[in-house]
């Protein structure tokens, strides 16, 4: 049974497909691959269609990871498929957990920093877009810092299903 994760920030064209891209080669060299769904949206369809933001692009080139994407805007319907929900900052968080039909719905939104042990009380993942490319660079590092985290969180999740 695959385990199902999707990113969430607000247009799906800089952080989110930054962990997507991140998490899905992390699970990869973890084993987990087959066994991880991984994608991304935003809370907003301001960007669908669209790909990922050039220097969202380039970043993730430059570091060694793919950066193929296609924007789109999360809907509640999804949540009946997905496993978890990582929201990249306490607004989206907030729009996610009121999106959700249910409670159950509602406890499958995390933030994605709140699996990095170094992140301390700011979880937020600072949004990029209107800034330069060490913006870019910066939330690269707070993803891979994150992703170590919950790719272990997740391999408990997926071995619990295999018990």
């Known amino acids: 049974m695959t385990y199902r994760v999707c990113f969430v920030c607000t247009g799906n064209i800089c952080r989110s497909p930054m962990a997507e891209s991140v998490f899905r080669a992390r699970a990869e060299e973890a084993g987990l691959d ?4 991984v994608d991304s949206a935003g809370t907003g369809g301001w960007h669908e269609g669209d790909g990922a933001d050039p220097r969202t692009a380039s970043v993730l080139e430059e570091n060694g990871y793919g950066s193929a994407h296609t924007a789109r805007q999360f ?3 999804w949540f009946s498929r997905l496993d978890l929900v990582i929201a990249l900052d306490t607004g989206h968080l907030k729009a996610l957990r009121r ?11 995390r933030l994605l920093r709140s699996y990095d042990p170094s992140a301390g ?11 330069g490319l060490d913006g870019f ?3 690269l590092e707070m993803v891979e810092a994150a992703s170590t ?6 391999r408990e ?6 018990a």
């Open 34 to 37: 087959g066994l991880v769904e």
């Open 121 to 131: 009380d700011d979880l937020d993942v600072p949004d990029p877009y209107y800034g």
């Open 75 to 77: 809907q509640p319907s």
């Open 157 to 162: 999740q997926v071995e619990g299903r295999a």
């Open 137 to 139: 660079e910066e939330c």
């Open 99 to 109: 999106l959700a039909p249910t409670e159950e719905d509602a406890a499958k939104v």
């Open 149 to 154: 985290g919950l790719v272990a969180a997740v």
